[in-house]
Nanobody, 117 residues
Framework: QGQFVESGGDLVQPGGSLRLSCEASKNIIKNDMAWYRQAPGKQREMVAYITNNTTHYRDSVRDRFTISRDNAKNLVYLQMNSLKPEDTAVYYC?????????????WGQGTQVTVSS
């Protein structure tokens, strides 16, 4: 049983929008959280992360993506606007930091985002 459940990925045209959702337990979701992605032939990279009151983005998605959270619903979101073909990847959520004394939390199956005309 996976601890992260990602959803919302789809096939979308360039310039389109999607909102991804990540659900996890309250003990997990309360921590600093991040969205990652892995495109074909590339290593997994961090897209954005969110703390209690700050958000941060990699340069290639800044001003297009917005990360947010709803702790009461155990959810983290990634709103993606003005999508480009280079955004095509499997998107995953996970903790930003590995807790001390643990191997980290296993990756979920991710959700596929495909941007193509």
């Amino acid at each position: 049983q996976g601890q992260f459940v990602e959803s919302g990925g789809d096939l979308v045209q360039p310039g389109g929008s999607l909102r991804l959702s990540c659900e996890a337990s309250k003990n997990i979701i309360k921590n600093d959280m991040a969205w990652y992605r892995q495109a074909p032939g590339k290593q997994r990279e961090m897209v954005a992360y969110i703390t209690n009151n700050t958000t941060h983005y990699r340069d290639s998605v800044r001003d297009r993506f917005t990360i947010s959270r709803d702790n009461a619903k155990n959810l983290v979101y990634l709103q993606m606007n003005s999508l480009k073909p280079e955004d095509t990847a499997v998107y995953y959520c996970n903790l930003l930091n590995i807790p001390n004394g643990t191997p980290g939390v296993p990756w979920g199956q991710g959700t596929q985002v495909t941007v193509s005309s």
